[in-house]
């Protein structure tokens, strides 16, 4: 059984920092491009931030030079550090294996909530 377990999440001030992890359990972690991915209330999931099985990291636009996706394979964890918040980064927040592009291999866990207030 898939387990994606995100953590984390919380209540911060603009130009503040947080670091998001997400534990996987029942896959074989080192094998997947994991993904993090947002849900602002109202506005479809959008996809942030992703790394390869092998370290290599690709980053939105939106959050670029401020958002750095890692992971540990050992840990079976993916993290997520954003720094300098905005209010506009406010959302849930979730990880996911990416099959493509916006498209995920398993069932979405309960995600993050984070809060940037201005």
């Known amino acids: 059984q898939v387990q994606l377990v995100e953590s984390g999440g919380g209540l911060v001030q603009a130009g503040g920092s947080l670091r998001l992890s997400c534990a996987a359990s029942?896959?074989?972690?080192?094998?997947?491009?994991m993904g993090w991915y947002r849900q602002a209330l109202g506005k479809q999931r959008e996809l942030v931030a992703t790394v390869t099985s092998g370290g290599r990291t690709n980053i939105a636009d939106s959050v670029k030079g401020r958002f750095t996706i890692s992971r540990d394979n050992a840990k079976n964890t993916v993290y997520l550090q954003m720094n300098s918040l905005k209010p506009e980064d406010t959302a849930v927040y979730y990880c996911?294996?990416?099959?493509?592009?916006?498209?995920?291999?398993?069932?979405w866990g309960q995600g993050t909530q984070v809060t940037v207030s201005s």
């Open positions: 996911n294996a990416q099959k493509h592009m916006d498209l995920v291999y398993f069932n």
């Open positions: 029942g896959i074989i972690f080192s094998l997947y491009t």
